[in-house]
């Protein structure tokens, strides 16, 4: 006999594997129930590595899993094949992007097969075919059409390296762009976006059905991302403007302590209020903005920087009191936060107050935050006197002294028809009062801002659009699409500020389609997020040329039951995906809101404590570990290393260990010597009930994701049925034969190449991925139970019923725990024990 050899193994099963098809799910007539399992599809750049042999192994588990119990599985894969690193490469290499993307697509592809993952080869999809991209142009012109698409002239996030403007969520914390690391800086331009603000109180309710589903922390991550505020919109009458201006406040409770207004030094308003005001102030004003133009968001929003700002010249009157209150402008204002002004109170914000003691403007404090709120009477201790002992003294309400903002919750002072309200009180009644008054209203704010979506880069789709001559917007006729990207024939990639696309003579320049007089193109092409948003659907219906997907595919399969893919997508994707699917359900093309009901993020493939990266020297590469270990032993090796969500560091796990194991999981099924037909009830039943245990957790273990609880199990099964076969009843033996299909089925999970082979040895034609879970026998998975004799001296005192696998240590315990020898033993000390579990302690006395 040959031993295990998983080279052997890889070259026997995957040409038969391939001829079986064993995980099409598009049979109309397959009448299982079913199941979506998606794992994140991949970006197509250079060949697959150890990250995405951890995602793929995880995903393929739950995909494979829910085949065993009966479903009809979609487990589709495809490539997000647009983006920037196709086009640097192209740039370095001076080769057409589709080359370096169809390349890298094709050697992932043969990468995945040899991988064993059980995708449905039939619905692949890649982002950058015109066949899929035709869709991304349909899915932006139905959201033109019903004003979720729209054109703004805003400070932009512009990365300088890779000139294209980026939307906020691909600006990291520190400021820099995700992609290229450079500083990003603000720029004013006219470009594409999507109301996604919009959706946000439905982006932020319905991540309650998502508890419990999805990892709380992605939940929270996405809360605080869109960041709703609750509080009131006031409006402020501004001396010599006809408009009033509006500001957004969530302490609308300290209207009577404003004593200044700030609006942000890059917003409209503060150029139009300037306007009109002396040169000095005027002079001073383009100083300052310069100066704020050139700090990045994250500097502005850093409370511990100086306060800096100038006074434009203007007052506003407050609503409440009539008070005339001087405007300034000041960069700790956002210009495209609320509504880029804010009514200072001094007194109760402490960016305000720091403002305030910078420029000597007066404060005002108008809750007392030393006041008891619960309205309770202190009880007072006494002294001997009898006298009350009064407590120390409380802290001073004076912030312009202390240089601390009473930020607390007390009585309202100083507020006339407010005073002696709590704050949530106060807040209740000024809005009451400012509604009936018409000079402001209940209001809500989010940090989320609308989805930019232009990028002036080559390798994207086009956007749809036609510039007439005068500037309409017309969109490309239905039956124009897909506007095709041109071929990069003499155009010039390197990135420049401006598309690629517009120096594209012959393809910018057309013809109005509504009165035929000459118009160009939109230059721009769309952020590939937009690609990944929806492509979950596309999967469905992948072929259809006649539409973006077929709704009724939609019914039988979406959403998603179970997303599979990396915590890195916690935001971005995420959200855009929740986000265009709420707009196809208002479309009336989904009968669903959420798009993935179910989320698992797997951790890092570390080495050493840190991530890979060829800079580092650290880098693993998946083909070395799949030369040497062969494929089942890595991918057992990524389920077995520890809970999903965890990092995995590839320095401390064993893949020469799991290649042990499947060896010695393997060989149980040359040790078999009975026939597929024999009867299970004849074997041993000790191997029998360990063998039912399993069946009846793992499913449990599985659904839980407890991948690695399972491995080690299955590890104790093959160790038990080794022993069976050496030295118990031996090869011949039913429970043998049943215990090695169970493993071989169970194996197929995380080593399919390994089960295949061992099922086969058992007798059985391909596949075993077609094979069905088994059901544990409820017979045997009641605990048996064993008779200890106890002995005194020799004598039986007491017969206990115990497990079979009680310790001797507990069994000792039970036995001195007896009243009967607690009896016989009296007051005589004794001498010796002898346990021998689970049958016998034997006590002596003497
Ligand atoms: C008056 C006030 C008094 C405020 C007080 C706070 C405390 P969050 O919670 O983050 O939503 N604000 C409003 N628009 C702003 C902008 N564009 N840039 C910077 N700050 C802005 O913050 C809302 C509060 O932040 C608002 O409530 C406003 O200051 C300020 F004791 O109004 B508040």
């Known amino acids: 006999v040959q031993g295990y050899d998983f080279r052997r193994l890889q070259e026997r099963w995957l040409p038969v594997w391939d001829e079986l098809q064993p995980f099409r799910s598009g049979d109309p007539a397959d009448t299982r129930p079913r199941k979506y399992v998606l794992d994140m599809f991949p970006y197509p750049s250079g060949d697959l590595h150890m990250g995405h042999a951890e995602a793929y192994a995880l995903g393929d588990v739950i995909a494979r899993y829910w085949r065993l119990q009966g479903f009809n599985v979609l487990h589709p894969i495809g490539w997000d094949s647009f983006g920037l690193p196709a ?66 002239d805003s400070w932009v996030n512009w990365d300088p390296v890779d000139q294209t403007v980026l939307a906020n969520e691909q600006v990291l914390p520190d400021g820099t762009s995700e992609r290229s690391g450079a500083v990003v800086v603000k720029r004013k331009k006219t470009q594409w976006y999507l109301r996604i603000t919009d959706y946000a109180d439905r982006l932020l309710d319905d991540l309650n059905q998502l508890e419990g589903s999805w990892p709380s922390k992605v939940i929270s991550m996405q809360r605080n991302w869109i960041g709703r505020s609750r509080g009131a919109d006031v409006d402020f009458v501004i001396e010599g403007r006809a408009d009033k201006v509006t500001v957004f406040t969530t302490r609308p409770d300290t209207l009577y302590g404003v004593t200044f207004m700030v609006v942000a030094p890059d917003s409209d308003l503060a150029a139009e209020l300037v306007a009109g005001a002396d040169p000095e102030v005027r002079m001073a004003f383009q100083d300052y903005l310069e100066q704020v133009q050139k700090s990045t968001e994250i500097e502005r929003q850093d409370a511990t920087r100086d306060k800096t700002g100038v006074p434009l010249g203007r007052f506003a009157i407050n609503p409440v009191n009539g008070e005339r209150i001087p405007i300034w ?78 930020v607390g919750d007390g009585r309202m002072i100083n507020s006339g028809p407010l005073d002696g309200l709590s704050k949530s009180n106060a807040i209740k009644k000024i809005i009451e009062q400012l509604e009936a008054a018409g000079t402001g209203r209940a209001a809500k704010t989010y940090r989320l801002r609308d989805w930019l979506i232009s990028r002036q880069r080559y390798w994207g789709t086009p956007i749809p659009i036609i510039h007439g001559e005068n500037g309409e917007l017309i969109p490309v006729p239905d039956d124009q699409l897909p506007v095709l990207l041109p071929p990069t024939d003499g155009l010039d990639l390197q990135p420049r500020g401006q598309s690629p696309l517009g120096a594209a003579e012959d393809w910018v320049t057309v013809t109005n389609p509504v009165d035929g007089t000459p118009a160009r193109r939109d230059p721009d092409t769309m952020d590939t997020f937009v690609d990944s948003s929806w492509y979950f659907l596309r999967f469905l219906s992948p072929n259809d040329d006649s539409r973006a997907f077929d709704p009724r595919e939609a019914d039988k ?93 590839w320095a401390d796990v064993s893949p020469a260990g799991s290649a042990k194991f499947l060896a010695r999981a393997w060989r149980l099924a040359g040790d078999v010597t009975s026939s597929p037909e024999i009867e299970w009830k004849t074997g041993d039943v000790a191997l029998r009930r360990q063998t039912h245990r399993f069946l009846a957790e793992a499913p449990g273990l599985i659904e839980s994701f407890k991948f690695n609880v399972v491995v080690a199990r299955l590890m104790e099964l093959v160790n038990a049925t080794r022993k069976t076969i050496d030295s118990g009843p031996g090869g011949g033996d039913a429970a043998v034969r049943e215990a090695t299909e169970v493993i071989a089925v169970g194996l ?58 009680i310790d001797s240590a507990e069994l000792e315990r039970l036995a001195r725990a007896s009243a009967a020898v607690i009896r016989s033993i009296g007051d005589q000390p004794v001498t010796g024990v002898i346990v021998r579990a689970p049958r016998l302690v034997n006590i002596t006395t003497r």
Do not use: C
């Open 557 to 649: 399969w979406a959403p998603v039951d179970q997303y599979v893919g990396g915590v890195t997508h916690a935001i971005l994707h995420l959200l855009y995906a929740r986000f265009i699917t709420k707009v196809l359900f208002d479309l009336g093309y989904v009968s669903f809101t959420e798009p993935f009901s179910a989320l698992l993020n797997q951790g890092m493939v570390l080495m050493d404590g840190s991530a890979m990266s060829k800079s580092k020297g650290n880098l693993v590469r998946l083909s070395d570990q799949l030369d040497e270990h062969g494929v089942d032993a890595v991918r057992l090796t990524m389920a077995f290393a520890g809970p999903p969500e965890d990092d995995i560091d």
């Open 87 to 152: 086009e640097n490469a192209a740039i370095k290499r001076g080769i057409d992007p589709r080359k370096w993307t169809y390349d890298n697509i094709d050697q992932q592809k043969q990468s995945m097969r040899r991988y064993a993952t059980s995708f449905d080869w039939d619905r692949v999809l890649h982002t950058s075919d015109p066949e899929y991209y035709k869709w991304n142009q349909w899915l932006f012109l139905e959201m033109f059409k019903k004003g979720l698409a729209y054109r703004k």
């Open 329 to 406: 402008t000041a960069d700790y204002v956002l210009a495209d936060y609320g509504h880029g002004a804010v009514m200072a109170v001094p007194a109760h914000d402490q960016r305000d107050l720091d403002f305030a003691r910078a420029f000597g403007l007066p404060v005002r404090v108008v809750l007392d935050t030393n006041a008891p709120v619960t309205g309770a009477v202190p009880v007072l201790e006494l002294d001997e006197n009898g006298q009350a002992i009064l407590p120390d003294e409380l802290p001073p309400l004076d912030p312009a002294a202390t240089g601390k903002a009473l």
């Open 748 to 805: 197929s999970l995380f080593a399919p190449y390994t089960a295949e082979d061992m099922w086969a040895t058992l007798g059985y034609a391909p596949s075993v991925a077609q094979a069905l879970w088994r059901k544990a026998d409820p017979a045997l998975l009641i605990e048996e139970s064993v008779t200890a004799v106890v002995q005194v001296d020799g004598k039986v005192r007491d017969r206990l019923t115990v497990s079979p696998k």
